[in-house]
């Protein structure tokens, strides 16, 4: 028996990074799998506002997976790093169409900040528990950028049922192996919080 349809996305190229370390992760995650009991379903996003606007949406109406998690590239990171939540306002980059929203924010009216209720503080604890070869932190600043955005869009979609995993760019230090086996290793560890704690879970705001 399947428990959940489980939905990851990395992205594609944008600015430096012609190879997008996230979606090579998350490629490599698919070679390994999750648990048996896991519909792991996976998708590389375009780095533009209006498609993650209209993908999101349409990804949740469509599987109402148990869990989304969004895998992003960091070229100032140096661990993979959970993020704790989405920021609305604030997006002035613009994207790979040379197009950013003229609201600067992600829902006009929606809150400033949507945690995810998943308590990543408690999957940094596991995964770093497990003694892989791969240094996992914690972060409350997605950046502002599509990441941030993305995030901040799924969480409100989703009432929080959604996870965001920045990676450093390929070999800095992190092989794409290495960075397979930590997103694996991750997703599980929040499939595993999220049964544990369905029953207290309830949607905070209608759409």
Sequence with gaps: ITVGFCSVSGFGPFG???VNASWIAVQELEKLGLRDDVDLH???VPVEYQTVQ?????????HSPQLVVHVGVSGM????????????????GLDNCRFC?????????GPECIDSIIDMDMVCRRVSALGLDVAVTISKDAGRYLCDFTYYTSLYQSCGRSAFVHVPPL?????????GRALQAIIEEMLDILEHSEDKINCQHEH
Excluded: D, F, M
């Excluded at 209209?54 to 469509?62: F, M, S």
């Design 16 to 18: 430096e990074h012609a």
């Design 171 to 179: 070999g800095k230090p992190y092989s794409a192996e290495q960075l």
């Design 54 to 62: 209209r993908l999101i949406p349409a990804l949740w109406k469509k």
């Design 101 to 109: 929203p003229g609201s600067q924010c992600c829902v006009e009216g």
């Design 42 to 44: 996976v998708y590389e």
């Design 77 to 92: 990171a140096t661990t993979v790093t959970l993020e704790k939540c989405g920021h609305n306002v604030g997006y002035k």
